[in-house]
């Protein structure tokens, strides 16, 4: 993920920008940061998860939703603007609605890597989504074909709830009972 500019801007000027753009654009604190094209292998694992995520979800309050949604964070301990692009994100409390993004704090976000935007992913977002309080994170690797599982502590502080590479079942603390194979979500 690099930066679209490099001045800081306000959030009306991000959303004239993303109206007059086809770019996949984030908004952090005045700052606009562009995604790149994802690649086929990133389409599978994301789709694969979606349709695993969606089927375990049916009959519950919550509800799976993939790329591109904007989910704009909303806290009232947090000042600033950060409206995010989650490759997957599970939301429950459906009062955050609007008609063109969800304002809140989802309850499970999914980022699937790439080579340009790990350390946005692994850094940025991972901190930004523990301040917010979403209650799990995922962050796949598709490289190293491993799955990173991170869950609030009561402290607010994000601790690693499962790690698996290659093979075996990843879990989640928050979705009760969802459980993935590896072998399935990597496979080519």
């Known amino acids: 993920m690099s930066l679209y500019r490099t001045d800081v801007i306000s959030v009306e000027e991000y959303f004239q920008i993303r109206e007059s753009s086809e770019e996949l654009l984030e908004y952090i604190d005045g700052y606009v940061y ?16 979606f349709l695993c995520l969606g089927k375990f979800l049916e009959g519950s ?3 799976v ?5 904007d ?30 993004r969800y304002v809140g704090i989802p309850s499970v976000i ?5 080579p340009s935007n790990q350390s946005h992913d692994l850094i940025t977002k991972l901190n930004l989504y523990m301040d917010y309080g979403v209650q799990e994170y995922w962050i796949v ?18 601790e690693q709830h499962d790690l ?25």
């Open 34 to 49: 562009m995604s790149s094209s994802p690649t086929i292998k990133h389409q599978r694992i994301s789709g694969r998860l």
């Open 61 to 63: 309050s919550c509800e």
């Open 65 to 69: 939703f993939h790329a591109p949604m």
């Open 71 to 100: 989910v704009e964070l909303s806290s009232e301990e947090i000042k600033g603007t950060k409206i995010v692009i989650p490759d997957l994100t599970v939301i429950c409390d459906k009062e955050g609605f609007t008609a063109q």
């Open 110 to 114: 999914i980022e699937i890597l790439s």
């Open 141 to 158: 690797n598709p490289m190293l074909n491993s799955v990173m599982v991170y869950t609030l502590n009561d402290k607010g502080m994000y």
């Open 164 to 188: 698996k590479i290659d093979k075996g079942t990843i879990s989640s603390k928050v979705l009760q009972g969802f459980r993935v194979n590896l072998e399935e979500i990597f496979q080519d």
